[in-house]
């Protein structure tokens, strides 16, 4: 079956919530936004996650994670492009992020390191920014462009890759 990339929904939050625990990433905050958070399905099973936090023309990137068994085939970055459309479709203008894993990843989307201090009020007022991820953590900026987001395609199927 091929793994699709759909909004989340109320009924996978104990799914996303033991993906991020078995990924090692922060859960407090991520609540509040399972309405702009991503999931890649492979049948009935969730292998992957990503969530949008706006605040206003900002947002927190966060919770990319993906299941050990289906890294490497580009999952994550089907995850991360698809949540980059879904701001751009919010009016979304600038990313933010904390990585302490994955700093060597985001940069091939554009993501440039930045300081906290370059970090809107509004972000830095996050859950994960005041107290979810430690302040050794990479943070992470990326500027979207103007352009429109493509023809929304909520189920696309993903080539990915072989392992
Ligand atoms: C980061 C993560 C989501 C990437 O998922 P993935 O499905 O393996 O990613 P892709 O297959 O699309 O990888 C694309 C490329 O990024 C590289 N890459 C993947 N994870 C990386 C990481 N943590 N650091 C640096 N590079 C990474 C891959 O090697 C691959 O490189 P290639 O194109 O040269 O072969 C996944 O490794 C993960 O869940 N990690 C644990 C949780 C985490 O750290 N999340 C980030 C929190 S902000």
């Not at 751009?88 to 990313?95: A, D, E, H």
């Not at 005041?130 to 462009?145: E, G, Q």
Request: glycine share 8%.
């Amino acid at each position: 079956m091929p793994v699709v990339i759909t909004p989340a929904s109320d009924a996978d939050v104990p799914f996303i919530v033991a993906l991020l625990e078995r990924c090692t990433l922060p859960v407090a905050g991520w609540r509040d936004h399972v309405k702009t958070t991503l999931v890649a399905r492979d049948g009935l099973a969730i292998v992957g996650s990503i969530a949008l936090e706006a605040y206003g023309e900002s947002a927190l990137l966060r919770s990319a994670a993906v299941e050990v068994g289906s890294r490497g085939r580009g999952l994550g970055s089907a995850l991360t492009k698809a949540v980059l459309d879904l701001a751009r479709s919010r009016g979304i203008r600038s990313i933010y992020l904390l990585t302490e894993t994955a700093g060597g990843f985001f940069p091939r989307f554009g993501f440039q390191r930045i300081t906290r201090e370059e970090v809107p009020e509004a972000v830095k007022q996050s859950v994960e920014f005041t107290s979810a991820c430690p302040a050794t953590a990479l943070v992470m900026k990326l500027i979207l462009d103007g352009d429109p987001p493509p023809t929304p395609d909520p189920r696309s199927r993903l080539n990915l890759r072989s392992p």
